[in-house]
């Protein structure tokens, strides 16, 4: 089962109300630790039955792309298969779905980590002559969005000097780990034997109450397999307007909740606001806000915009998938 669509607090909701299964897949899209502001992090209305896999698995610091979180999420989809279970799939990033049931071509080109230190320093501008040089049939292709978004650029980039140099590159990465192909996945700890799931004989790292951090190997038995069939249910507002009301009463609730007390504590911790887990939707507005650049208020419409903007994007995605079942809400 797969729910997706334009709020994620509907969805979440929408999916405890029907109890259609048991056991969580969450991508909203990435789950950062050490943030906890995420919208099923110790939710009173999950039952006691349901179990919420990949949170608190990527440090903020560290960049996890949609091919690192695929990779997780087939692991996990395979083991709760193995044990007779449904998982329940929940999000509104559409790229993550899309390579997660479908894939895409450049999936198995992994990251070049010294050339995205390089290109990291580049301002957009910059980042857009290169791509440019390097495939301009690829800068042409983008769209609006694409073009500002320097970390699509360089992904685009890293792909354009792939296939320019035709190399072989192993598909593995090295997440979390020092070792090389292997990548931390956090499983519910009432799991037998957590510390043994994969065949791992060292201990496995607690990482939150009711989850366990393990390494696991990469290798083709995480794939996905194709046959397999879905339900992908998508919900939408009846009106526009419940829409940007859903965004502006969960943003004011989170500030209600100290997001603005939580950003310090992360900053108060070393990190900082270009790590990946900062410049996400909220989080960037405000450090804005604690960098006294603009007032809590303003910090609060831009992030309300902000998220607003990023939900009707997603639903343009998603309104060209002919796999998705959409109910009114």
Known sequence: ???????????????????????????????????????????????????????DIVDSKIPFSSYNWTTC?????KDIFKRGKTPIIIGGTYLYLKHLLYGFETEKIPPDWKLRKLLNKYPVIKL?????????????????????????????????????KKSKVDATFTLLSSRAN??????????????????????AKRVRNDMFMLHTKLDESTILSSDLSFNFIGLKFKEKNDLIKAITKRVHE????GAVDEVKFLLNKGYLPTDPGLKTIGYSQLIDHIFKKVTLKEAINAWIIRETQYAKRQYTFMKKDPNIHWRMI
Do not use: C, H
Request: proline share 8%.
């Open 1 to 55: 089962n797969i729910i997706t669509g334009k709020d994620i607090d509907v969805k979440s909701k929408f999916t405890l109300n029907q109890k259609i299964g048991e056991f969580n897949i969450g991508y909203f899209p990435i789950s950062f630790k050490p943030i906890s502001n995420n919208p099923l992090s110790n939710n009173p209305l999950i039952p006691s039955y349901t179990r919420i896999w990949l949170y």
């Open 73 to 77: 999420a087939n692991i996990a989809i």
């Open 128 to 164: 857009q002559n290169e791509l440019i040089k390097v495939d301009p049939d690829i800068f042409k292709k983008l769209n609006q969005s694409d073009v500002a978004n320097p970390q699509r650029l360089i992904r685009k980039i890293e792909i354009a000097f792939y296939y320019k």
């Open 182 to 203: 292997e990548m931390s996945v956090a499983i519910p700890t009432n799991y037998s034997n957590p510390s043994n799931l994969y065949g791992i004989a060292s201990p």
């Open 254 to 257: 989170r500030i209600k909740q």
